[in-house]
Every structure is written in structure tokens, then in C-alpha cells.
């Protein structure tokens, strides 16, 4: 009987069941004894001063427990500093904490928390706080601030410098036969997860206990403690349902701590979930910015020199920047590299982790770019790209740990019938009816980036043959569980089916917070040493049993299959782990593993690389597009579940879509605040806008980001995915589109 | 959320007694779109009458060849109903690409027509809307108003009308059938949606408790050759940034007989009557069409970011005219 590899199997995922039929309880869904609701007050101006709370009609309204402000909470333990989650420490999401002093800094930031015994009267409450201001003059957009526009010394928390330089831009620049500029606007966005924000606290005694939506349940205990003033292992963070993220509940937001200080209040557990339109205010963004791109190459191709300044606005309290000048640095053999970050201090919230933060955009400009110049030159897209190929990393010169874009390009190439196309960008050229046709393709680049922390999980046995792996991650709706699940079968050699794993809570070994597509090739690492552990100390627990039929044997000679050991060549020879453990009268068997992380330096270059293709039809008539296929092969490592790693490629690649064409957040001009908060006005493509996806995975082996090779696929699908369309367009119309999203009134042909 | 009472009426006239009865109380039929307004607090009835009880849900044939449609007939129902798809084939189309499947399967067609604008400073309690607080100010004029109407619109509202069916029916000339304290009577579709003008916050000719039991959609042979067209950011569960429904009938190349209807572009369901009437006699061609479309836009008010409608309910309404336009020489080759 031959069993499968348990790594690369598509199996189903462990919490589907739970997820679609509701038994699933997510954090605002637990309700302990006593519990009641906070709801916000969010400051409706964005820059000014509180000069008067009116609390007294709430304070007498039905239900009312009691109504928080600056006048009347606890001042935090500690000022927040802005640290990414991946560092594994803290992780504020910005150096602010609301609710500390009269000052206003954005608007939607909270001024008030009502408390009340149902959610229906908290909301009520909160409506009859009465907030006065003193509004004074504000920034909110890259317009208004341009002129007070700064250059970053370090932006995304201090990890990334405010300027890079390799070469020499001027003598590349002069050097090139043709220079091209483009300037590329994008929409600010939202996550826009299901599952808005949310988090139920509960006090024993100085004990706090916190269901919290969140990618990190150690970042959540640290952060909460730190603000608290209290002992991190007095608090515990459950996070087992988590209704997607996508880089929102990355940073702890003020929320948890502000549902704990409430319960601390009112003595009584304490639920407080952020309606849809407060998630835009206090759970982070991708800011709004502007990309200048200058780009010199020869006649033959071959990049001499890119030239690359963004502008945003940030926070007054942190210089944060989603570093998407990666990809210009990162894709191509070019010698000679300037990029500047500029920030301009505006009334928002700090802009925070979207899913491909920096790529997303980075990768668009690069990627349309090499589309306008591989025109310019009368090149075919995907030619060009060969022809600057970069055979190690362009930044520091070191190897790649692993690659495989040549081999992604030539895979998506003939799965897509690229090399059939007609390469006319002609306005009408491939017409059906009303409707143009075109093509395009896109490279596509996400860091492996480097954890921190050493990762811990833990394997156990029973005497019933059954394993459980407990590990402290979460499991955003990746599939990060049924993943865990699969490499600790693997490592036991038994079936997925007969494992269980245990995640999402502060009581477990600790791991990485789910940042950074980092999270698979973290955890698998620690969960597979534990594993890995377990068999080889139940193997020599049987070797050196005298009842065993193993005894004696040499454990080079054993194998593990379905959970039973037994002699290679010799099958009948053997048993299984529960067998043995129950004639020695033994419950169980545990063991600890433990993976300590390389650190940053490496050595190599580590990044996930893809191949983007997208077909639309435009009807430039009334401006509409639709993109009728995409093909996005991608060499991610490896593969842990071909199942849902195709999910999250896929939905990546919807995430392009999205981003290419609907995603938008728009600044209130007059009002300074977000303007379409809520899913009826923030666009997200539905499922009459999906497209047939084809998905590919190659796997390439990397022996140096951890010990499984795996390099991660919760963000490498996005990015590429919208230059890839904007190409297609052109093709298809002749016209170039650089701003994001691409809407009905710009495609429209004028009049 | 305010608390409210609730109450569920088991007929007509309790009904209507109810609600008449307290000036504070409104009718809930689907829901789809007064759940929201209750919970954004836009709307703040002490009191709801559940009307989902009431025998009006019915579609039916009458007399004199019409068709009716219960007031509190699903949007599901009325587009599905094999008269409907056969004698008005725009009012189907319409109704399917309206909200979503789950909301169509909910929404009554009364609610439909009753619905209230989108525009995010109506539904947004602490921003001027003269509809929402008479006489605080549109902060739509100059704010984001992308979306917003450029026909019918006034200095104090220029929300556009969400529906996509009352597009269809205002070109069908539809009857609205309502009862009120004082009995029965019927309103002309057009004449049921004012004009924002001075006072926006008035939106249809009725007396607080009048409850619509019916809609009467004319013998219209014309309808049967008709189409809709809907222009919007995404396939599906979105509003209309412009649309048309089109009914026409010709004769040798001239057209005999054209229905317009406009929306996604008006502070109503738009009957292009200036349209209509520069079609009628003309040869059914794309000069004859964009004639028309310049004709009924002429008028349009553009503000800020919704300039590109103007241009937008042209092609639409010409498109759709030209989809049509081709049925009709195919159905008489």
C-alpha cells in the first residue's frame, strides 16, 4: 500500500465545516457570562481639540454602564511606538493612543466609548454623546500637502531606509538610448476583511483574558500588556476564528486595549467590535500616492538606470510609507538604481500593512513601464523582460536562494497562448461587437522576508493513535492550520486525517505573528522539528523495548507509516505508536520543537517570483472593461496544500482585479475624512466580475529560508496582477492608464 | 439603534389604519433597504408595521390585457413571471440587474419605488442633506459626488434615484395603485417622484400612511421589443452610473413608437420625453438616436466628478436604442 506525501496535499480545509455552518465563534462572538457592549465615538473633524463632552443624556439612557473619555479613562502605561509585526515584539500600530487628551489628529479617531448591557443601547448611547471641537486647519490628501513634502529618513517603522542608491542614476540615464516617465496616482484603499475588528475582554482577578481578531496573539499580549502596565503572561489572547485580514488586524489597533480598560470599568466582560465604517479609521490603510518613475535603457532592451520617487501622506506621529520601490529594485539586472520616499504629514490615522504592502503598487508602475518601453522599442513585453533578467539579486549582488521566474515566464507564456499574440497595440485591432480585445503580462516579486524570534510548536501522541500539534499562530482564513496539520503527519508519518492541530492562543508555543506571507515557512519549520522529534523519540522508546517487535532494530531501518512503525523491507515486523504506548501503560508522548530563524543576513538574495496574464475586452464607448481570463504561475517554494495555496493565489490575483479597476477610498474634500465607508461604496469585485483564473504552481527547492523550502503564498498573487490588465488594455486600445483604479469615466473614449 | 415597537398587520385596512393612525410609524415590507436606514439611524419611526402578511403580493393578468403586480410582489417573483418576460422584457432585465440575488428574493416592488437615495451624505447622520434635515445644506454639490444626478437636479439635492425597475416602468407609463384612510386611488408613474426642487425631502405625492397595493403595467405592444441597459463599475450588486430602458416600435426603418426611461443620472426615474419626441417619426438610425440623446440631455447640471455622465447617459440611451432598433429589423425580416 503505497500513502501519499501528507506536504502538497490538497486537503480540505479542518475549519470549513465550523466556518460555513456558523458554529465557528469569532471574537465578538463570545459571550461569557455578564458580558456587555462598548461601542465608539469617533471625532467627526479631523484636526482640532475636544473643548466639551456632553455625556449626561447617554449616562441616563436605557442600559447605559457608563460613557469613557479623555476626562475620565486611565492614562496607558507606556507611549506606543510603531513596531512591525514581524518583529515579533510589540506591535502598535501606530504611535498613538487615542482617548489620552483633548487633542483631535484624524478624523474617526475615538473620543468616547459608551458601555452599555446590549449592543442596540451601547449604539443608542453613543448617538446621545454630545462632542464639541475646535476644528483648526488640515491635510488629508497628497494634493494639499504637496508643497510641505519631506524626504523620509526610514519609513514602514524605521525597518526601511527613506533612500536607496546603487550605481550612478545620472551616467546610467545618459548612457540610455531612451528615456521614459511616467507618474502613477493610486486611490488610498481599505482591507475591507468580513470580519470587521473586534475583541471581547475578560478580567479574573488581574488576569485578562482576550478574544481578539487578530494575525498575532503574542503581538496582541504584548502590546495590550505594555499599554496595561501589567505582566505580559497575565494575558491571554484567543484568536482561533479570524474572519480574513489581509494585513488589517496585523498591527494591534487601539481597540483590545480599549475593551479591556472598559471591562476594567464596568467590572464585567466586555465586547467591543468596530462597526464597518470605524474600520477605516482605526484599523490602518494603503495610503493614498504618487509614483515618478524614470526608466533608461538601450536600444537592445537593457535597463542603464531607474529613477524612482513616491509621495504619500503619513501620520503626524510616524513616518510610514509601504515600501513599493521594491520591485523596481528587486526585478531587474539594472546597474544603476535611485529611489526616494516622500511623506507629507497629513490628518490621518498611520497608514498601515495591505496585502503586497509596497509591492502592490511598486509593481504596477514598474511592471506598465516595462510594457510602455518593451512598445517603445518594438519589443515583445515578455522579451524584454528576459533581456534584463536578473541572475542574482540586483540590490547586493548575492544569489538568489531560488528563483524560477525564467521558468514561470515560459510555463504562464504557453498556458496562456502568449507567443500567438498579435502584438499590435491598435485601438480595435481584435474586435467582438462593441467590445476591443487585448492582452498583457506582468512580472511579479514578494520578499521572503526573515522572522525574528525563534518559532516554537509541540507534538503529542496518544495511546488512541490519534496526534495533536499545538502551535500559537493564527489562522487568518489561509488554511495555516490544515497546513500545520499536514507537515506534522509528514514528520509523524501518519495521515493528516488523524491529526489535530490546536492554534490561535497565547497559552501555546509561540510563533510568528501571520505578516508577511511569512507565516507557512515559520511555523512549518517549528511544528516539523517538534514532530520530527516525537517520531524519532517514540522510534527509540520501541527500539529499546523489549516488548516491542521492533527491539533492538536499527532505527535507520525504521519507517513510519499511517502511525505505525515498522522495518523497511519488512512490514509485517512492527507496530503502532499506540500500541506501544498502551502496553506501557503511557496516555501519551510529547516532544518540543523549536526552529531559530537564520536572521536577516543570509548571504542570498530570498524572494518569491511569478508571471502575470490577463486578457480584457474594453467597450470604450460606455468605459467598461471586463477581463475575460488571467494565468498566474508562480514559484513559491514549496508547496504545503496545492489546495489552498491555489486559494490564496487565486484570491491574490482577484485582489489585482480589484485593485486595477474598483478599489478606491476617497478623501471627503471638504470634510477631511473618508468619504465611502462601507461595502456598498468601497467597490470589491463580486463574483459576476471573476474571470476564469488559472492558477499554476511551480516548485523550486530553496534550502536556505527555512528548513521546508517554503517561501510563502498569501501575497506574491496580487502583485503583477493589476499592471498585467492595465497592459491588456493597452493592447487592447492603444491607451496608457497609469492612475488606480482604472474607472468607467477614464476609459471612456472622448467625446 | 433607537428601540422601536413593532407590530404585524393581518390586512389591508389595519394596516393602513395603523400606520395612519401615528404619525411616528412606517410601513416594513422586504426590508432590504429600511433595515439599513433604522440602523444608520436616518430613519427613526417609533413605531414599524410589518406588512408582510398582506394579500397584495400577487402578479396577475386584468381585464383588459395589463398585467398587476402586487405591491408586495418580490423583485424575484415579477422578473421571472413568464407574462412579465414575454410582454415586457426591459422590466425583467431591470429587475435582475437590481441589487442581489439574496435582496431581489426579499424586496417588494412597493419598496422598490419608495427606496431612498443613495448619496452618502443622506445616509451619513452628522452631514448637511436638505432631504434628511430640510434646510441644512447639500453637501453633495461640491463634495464626492461621483455618482450623483445631473438631470432633475436642484441647488439643494442632486441625489440620482437608486431603482433600476422604476427606469423600466416610468417608460411603460405604469399605474400606481394605493390605499390610503380615504380608499383607493391611482397616481401616474411619472407624477409619483418629485423633483428634489425646494424640497427635497418630499419625494412622492402621498399622505403619510398611503400604502402602494399594486402596480398596473399598461397593454403595451411596444414593450415587447424593449431592452435595458445598465452601465456600472461591476457586474453585479451595484447602482447604475447610467442606464436606459428602451422600448421601440418601427415601421419600414421609421420609428413608429419610442419608450425611454433613464436612470443612474436623475433625482427621478427619468422619462426621456424630449428623446421620445425627436425619435418619433425619424428613421431609426444612430444620427436619429444621437439627436435624441443630445435633446434629452441638453439640460444636464454636471458638478465636480459626475461630468462624464452627461456624455455617459447619451451612449447608453443611444446604445441601448440601437440594440433594439436591430430586434426590431430582425423580428420583422
Known amino acids: 500500500m503505497s500513502i501519499p506525501p501528507q506536504i502538497g496535499r490538497g486537503v480540505p480545509r479542518a475549519d470549513a465545516h465550523a466556518k460555513v455552518t456558523g458554529a465557528a465563534r469569532y471574537s465578538a462572538e463570545h459571550r461569557p457570562t455578564g458580558a456587555v457592549h462598548a461601542v465608539l465615538v469617533c471625532s467627526r473633524v479631523p484636526s482640532g481639540r475636544i473643548t466639551g463632552i456632553d455625556a449626561s443624556r447617554a449616562l441616563v439612557s436605557e442600559g ?114 531612451t528615456v521614459l516617465e511616467s507618474t502613477h496616482r493610486f486611490a488610498a484603499n481599505h482591507h475591507n476583511a468580513i470580519e470587521p475588528s473586534a475583541a471581547t475582554a475578560v478580567w479574573e482577578d488581574s488576569k485578562l483574558t482576550l478574544y481578539d481578531t487578530t494575525q498575532g496573539p503574542t503581538a496582541t499580549r504584548l502590546t495590550v500588556a505594555e499599554l496595561l502596565g501589567v505582566p ?407 508547496v504545503l496544500n496545492r489546495r489552498t495555496a491555489h486559494s490564496q493565489l487565486m484570491g491574490g490575483m482577484l485582489w489585482g482585479l480589484g485593485q486595477a479597476l474598483l478599489e478606491a477610498t476617497h478623501m471627503e474634500p471638504n470634510q477631511g475624512r473618508w468619504a465611502n465607508p462601507s461595502l456598498g461604496e468601497y467597490l470589491v469585485p463580486v463574483n459576476a466580475d471573476t474571470p476564469d483564473v488559472q492558477v499554476e504552481m511551480l516548485e523550486v527547492e530553496d534550502r536556505v529560508v527555512n528548513p521546508l523550502g517554503v517561501k510563502g503564498v498569501g501575497e506574491i498573487g496580487q502583485v503583477g496582477a493589476a499592471a498585467a490588465i492595465a497592459n491588456a488594455l493597452f493592447h487592447a486600445t492603444g491607451r496608457r492608464f497609469r492612475d488606480l483604479p482604472i474607472t468607467i469615466e477614464s476609459v471612456m473614449a472622448p467625446a | 439603534m433607537r428601540s422601536f415597537a413593532y407590530s404585524r398587520a393581518a390586512d389591508v385596512e389595519s394596516a393602513v389604519a395603523d400606520v395612519s393612525a401615528d404619525p411616528t410609524s412606517e410601513y416594513l415590507a422586504g426590508g432590504t433597504t429600511e433595515v439599513d436606514m433604522l440602523r444608520l439611524g436616518v430613519v427613526r419611526p417609533r413605531r414599524v408595521v410589518d406588512i408582510n402578511d398582506l394579500p397584495i403580493a400577487a402578479i396577475e393578468e386584468l381585464p383588459d390585457g395589463g398585467t398587476r403586480l402586487g405591491g408586495l410582489a418580490r423583485m424575484s417573483d415579477v422578473a421571472a413571471h413568464p407574462v412579465v418576460r414575454e410582454r415586457y422584457p426591459m422590466v425583467t432585465e431591470a429587475l435582475e440587474k437590481g441589487a442581489s440575488a439574496q435582496l431581489r428574493n426579499m424586496a417588494s416592488m412597493g419598496g422598490n419605488l419608495m427606496q431612498r437615495v443613495r448619496c452618502s451624505y443622506f445616509r451619513d447622520g452628522d452631514r448637511a442633506c436638505n432631504k434628511r434635515e430640510p434646510g441644512s445644506g447639500c453637501a453633495a454639490l461640491d463634495g464626492v459626488n461621483r455618482t450623483h444626478a445631473v438631470l432633475g437636479t436642484s441647488e439643494h439635492c442632486i441625489a440620482a434615484h437608486p431603482s433600476d425597475a422604476a427606469v423600466a416602468l416610468t417608460a411603460l407609463d405604469a399605474v400606481i395603485r394605493l390605499r390610503g384612510p380615504e380608499g383607493e386611488r391611482t397616481v401616474a408613474f411619472d407624477d409619483f417622484f418629485l423633483l428634489p426642487g425646494d424640497a427635497p425631502e418630499r419625494e412622492h405625492p402621498i399622505g403619510h400612511g398611503e400604502l402602494i397595493t399594486a402596480i398596473d403595467l399598461p397593454v403595451l405592444p411596444v414593450a415587447r421589443t424593449s431592452h435595458y441597459l445598465k452601465v456600472r463599475d461591476r457586474e453585479s450588486y451595484e447602482f447604475a452610473l447610467a442606464s436606459a430602458a428602451v422600448a421601440l416600435g418601427t415601421e419600414g426603418g421609421t420609428v413608429t413608437e419610442a419608450r425611454i426611461g433613464l436612470g443612474g443620472v436623475a433625482t427621478k426615474p427619468w422619462r426621456a420625453r424630449r428623446a421620445e419626441q425627436a425619435l418619433a417619426g425619424s428613421e431609426a438610425g444612430p444620427e436619429a438616436f444621437a439627436r435624441a440623446a443630445d435633446a434629452e440631455l441638453a439640460d444636464a447640471v454636471p458638478r465636480g466628478m459626475n461630468g462624464f455622465k452627461v456624455e455617459l447617459a447619451k451612449r447608453t440611451m443611444v446604445r441601448a436604442l440601437t440594440e433594439v432598433a436591430a430586434r426590431t429589423r430582425g423580428g420583422t425580416a
Open chain 1, 64 to 177: 447605559v454602564l457608563a460613557v469613557l473619555s479623555h476626562l475620565n479613562l486611565p492614562r496607558v502605561a507606556a507611549q506606543p511606538r510603531l513596531i512591525p509585526s514581524l518583529a515579533g515584539t510589540t506591535a502598535h500600530g501606530q504611535s498613538f493612543f487615542p482617548m489620552q487628551d483633548e487633542r483631535i489628529h484624524y478624523a474617526g479617531q475615538p473620543v468616547a466609548m459608551v458601555v452599555a448591557d446590549t449592543l442596540e443601547r451601547a449604539e443608542h448611547a453613543a448617538e446621545l454623546v454630545g462632542v464639541d471641537y475646535a476644528e483648526e486647519p488640515w491635510t488629508t490628501t497628497v494634493d494639499q500637502g504637496r508643497d510641505r513634502a519631506y524626504e523620509a529618513e526610514h519609513i514602514f517603522g524605521g525597518f526601511v531606509p527613506g533612500r536607496t542608491d546603487r550605481g550612478d542614476v545620472e551616467a546610467g540615464l545618459a548612457e540610455a538610448e
Open chain 1, 232 to 638: 505580559p503572561s497575565n494575558v491571554r489572547v484567543v484568536s482561533e476564528f479570524v474572519g480574513g485580514s489581509f494585513g488589517g488586524k496585523a498591527m494591534i489597533w487601539a481597540h483590545p486595549t480599549l475593551a479591556a480598560m472598559a471591562a476594567q470599568h464596568v467590572r464585567a466582560p466586555v465586547t467591543l467590535a468596530l462597526t464597518r465604517a470605524q474600520t477605516f479609521s482605526n484599523t490602518g490603510h494603503r495610503e493614498e500616492q504618487e509614483h515618478t518613475l524614470t526608466l533608461g535603457a538601450r536600444s537592445d532592451g537593457t535597463l542603464t538606470a531607474i529613477r524612482y520617487r513616491k509621495l504619500s501622506p503619513t501620520s503626524h506621529f510616524d513616518d510610514w510609507a509601504e515600501p513599493s520601490l521594491g520591485p523596481a529594485a528587486q526585478l531587474y539586472a539594472c546597474p544603476n538604481f535611485e529611489g526616494v520616499y516622500d511623506l507629507v504629514r497629513a490628518n490621518t490615522m498611520t497608514p498601515t500593512f495591505m496585502r503586497a504592502p509596497g509591492e502592490g503598487t511598486g509593481a504596477f508602475v514598474i511592471e506598465t513601464a516595462m510594457d510602455e518601453l518593451a512598445h517603445e522599442l518594438g519589443l515583445d513585453p515578455l522579451e524584454l523582460r528576459l533581456r534584463n533578467h536578473a541572475d542574482t539579486d540586483p540590490e547586493t549582488g548575492n544569489p538568489w536562494s531560488s528563483k524560477g521566474l525564467r521558468e514561470c515566464y515560459a510555463r504562464g507564456a504557453e498556458l496562456f497562448g502568449w507567443h500567438s499574440r498579435d502584438p499590435r497595440p491598435v485601438q480595435g485591432a481584435r474586435r467582438e461587437g462593441d467590445w476591443l480585445l487585448g492582452t498583457g503580462m506582468a512580472s511579479a516579486v514578494y520578499p521572503v522576508y526573515s522572522v525574528m524570534n525563534p518559532q516554537r510548536a509541540r507534538a503529542r501522541v496518544y495511546a488512541d493513535g490519534r496526534a495533536v500539534v499545538e502551535t500559537g499562530c493564527s489562522d487568518i482564513g489561509t488554511g495555516a492550520a490544515t497546513v500545520m496539520g499536514q507537515v506534522a503527519a509528514e514528520a509523524l508519518g501518519m495521515q493528516s486525517e488523524a491529526v489535530t492541530v490546536h492554534y490561535g492562543d497565547t497559552e501555546l508555543p509561540n510563533t510568528v505573528a501571520a505578516v508577511g506571507s511569512a507565516g507557512a515557512g515559520a511555523v512549518s519549520a517549528a511544528v516539523h522539528t517538534a514532530a520530527r522529534k516525537l517520531r524519532d523519540q517514540l522510534v527509540a522508546q520501541a527500539l529499546a523495548d523489549q516488548g516491542s517487535p521492533l527491539y533492538g532494530a536499527d532505527p535507520d531501518e525504521i519507517e513510519v507509516r499511517s502511525g505505525r512503525m515498522s522495518l523497511r523491507g519488512s512490514p509485517g515486523t512492527g507496530e503502532a505508536y499506540g500500541e506501544m504506548l498502551g502496553r506501557n501503560m503511557t496516555f501519551d508522548a510529547e516532544a518540543v520543537g523549536s526552529w531559530q530563524p537564520p536572521g536577516r543576513d543570509s548571504g542570498y538574495g530570498t524572494a518569491t517570483f511569478g508571471a502575470q496574464f490577463a486578457e480584457v475586452a474594453v467597450d470604450p464607448g460606455l468605459g467598461l472593461v471586463r477581463v475575460r481570463r488571467m494565468t498566474g504561475v508562480f514559484a513559491p517554494g514549496r
